[in-house]
């Protein structure tokens, strides 16, 4: 009976840990940023199979999704710390260079070596493999965390870019694993809106000089929490145009749209005319970044507390 209790606790301990957000800091002194993450659960949940590509949004793993498109200012401050040289697109004739404006001028390789910092700075494994030249290289059998289902990316590293299903599912899932259409919780298109924060809206639509939204004021939710997956502006996956990311220098997929673009691109369904050359960047794109999930604090604790009322409850019947 009370090992039954302690039971739909733990139950009810991971239920609260797929909602929950999880703030990471980054830098130091002047140059100190966070990044909020969401946690998306449900792992092994069954894929989409009314968008593209079809199947879509598999994930066998709980993961963590960037809440937010990244920011300008959380590229300067890397750029500052890490000596990393990236280069963002000039927006002063597209709604400015704003500190919390969505980093946009960003190639796939610069977001790449942007997660490969985030990584280094914090005393984990680079996600990516750059030459001594900074050429971008696959993983080969026999380097440390190598996937052969992945040659881009280091199963050891803590911080990546997220996948074309990582995205996907943190976009048009819902917690209960059924689809949306938008990345708003909805079927129908969101409401097109400049900025702020309303449910069920996005930012789209828009002319081309109005720019794009500070990243925390770019719409409503996802169900996962995420915002600004649709509009704003579209997003690097880390996956390449065919799926299988197994050529260095292949075309990589973007997706959810951008302010200036209409609900289309938005959708689930919309899979086309969006892949770059990894070199390539751009005024409407930017990136967000995906992680291993913390270990859920609530659910170790609950584990903790169970652990402690078994070993009580030994005491007293012994
Ligand atoms: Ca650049
Ligand atoms: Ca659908
Ligand atoms: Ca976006
Ligand atoms: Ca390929």
Do not use: C, H
């Amino acid at each position: 009976m009370k090992k039954l209790l302690i039971l739909s606790v733990l139950a009810l301990g991971y239920q609260t840990a797929s909602a929950q957000l999880v703030t990471e800091s980054f830098g130091t002194g002047g140059n100190a940023f966070t990044m909020d993450f969401v946690t998306i659960g449900n792992p092994g949940n069954a894929a989409d199979t009314t968008g593209r590509p079809n199947p879509a949004g598999s994930v066998a793993y709980t993961y963590n999704l960037g809440k937010y498109e990244v920011s300008r200012d959380q590229i300067d401050k890397a750029n500052s710390a890490g000596s990393l040289g990236i280069t963002l697109e000039d927006m002063g004739s597209y709604g400015g260079n704003g500190a919390n404006k969505p980093a946009t001028g960003v190639s796939w390789y610069e977001a790449a070596k942007y997660v490969n910092w985030l990584n280094t700075s914090t005393g984990n494994t680079a996600a990516y493999k750059f030459d001594g030249s900074g050429t971008f290289q696959l993983w080969i059998a026999g380097d440390a965390g190598y996937n052969a289902n992945n040659l881009f990316r280091n199963s050891l590293a803590k911080y990546w870019l997220p996948s074309l299903n990582e995205w996907y599912k943190g976009a048009y899932g819902n917690l209960n694993g059924t689809w949306n259409n938008f990345p708003t919780g909805s079927d129908s298109a969101p409401t097109a809106i400049a900025s702020g924060t309303a449910a069920n809206t996005a930012v789209y639509n828009q002319s081309f000089p109005a720019g794009p939204a500070d990243i925390n004021n770019a719409g409503g939710l996802s169900p996962y929490g995420t915002m600004g997956q649709g509009g704003n502006v579209m997003e690097w996956n880390e996956t390449s145009f065919d799926g299988s990311n197994n050529i260095a220098g292949e075309n990589r997929e973007l997706r959810g749209g951008s302010w200036n673009l209409d609900a289309y691109f938005l959708a689930s369904s919309t899979q086309d005319n969006y892949d770059l050359y990894p070199s390539q960047e751009s005024y409407i794109s930017g990136f967000r970044v995906a992680s291993v999930p913390e270990p859920s604090t609530g659910l170790l604790v609950v584990l903790g507390l169970g652990g402690l009322l078994l070993k009580r409850r030994k005491t007293v019947t012994v």
